[in-house]
């Protein structure tokens, strides 16, 4: 499969954005969580939900997109797993209650553990057990550190920018996945594989 790896440093870059995706959208907005409970009126044991809701859209769909990837392809659910947390993180800015927020994420959640279990899938797709090893091993501890990063940089954005920012600035790292994955990311199980 490597003479469909056209930039391998892009690709790896695409692949580190796509298993860091949900980590750092689930805690991005946590400093400004009492900012966002006294926007809508809701306790701050109650805007806590927004992680819960998030939490566990991914758990939940990461049980589907595995198998329904082995079917359909890896591309194409990826294109349509961040397309869907796009449109829900830059939504959220536009919410008019709290429950709206709660759905928007796990909107959010179901379009961002796409990226988690396709990640995964495309370097075993593309590489031998030995080399995706290798590369899990170089990955992991970048990936390991986003959700410590996530608050850290979700504070200072929402300390000058206000709440909302945060959600667009996870929203422009969804549309850079994006980019990276219709131009770099190749489809890395053919039809004759798929069942």
Known sequence: MKEVIKNRSLLMCAVVMMLVLS???????????????????????????????????????????????????RKRLLVFGTSLFIVATFAINFARSFDQVLALRMIQAVGASASIVLGRAIIGDLFSKEEAGKIFLTIFPIVGMSPALAPMIGGQIANVFGWQACFIFAGLFGIVLLGLTLTVVPETLPPAKRN
């Open 23 to 73: 980590l750092f959208s689930s805690d991005i907005f946590l400093p400004a969580l009492p900012e966002i409970a006294r926007q809508f009126n809701v306790t701050p044991s109650q805007g806590q939900k927004m992680l819960g809701y998030f939490l566990f859209g991914v758990a939940l769909m990461q049980l589907i997109y595995g198998p329904l990837s082995d079917s359909v392809g």
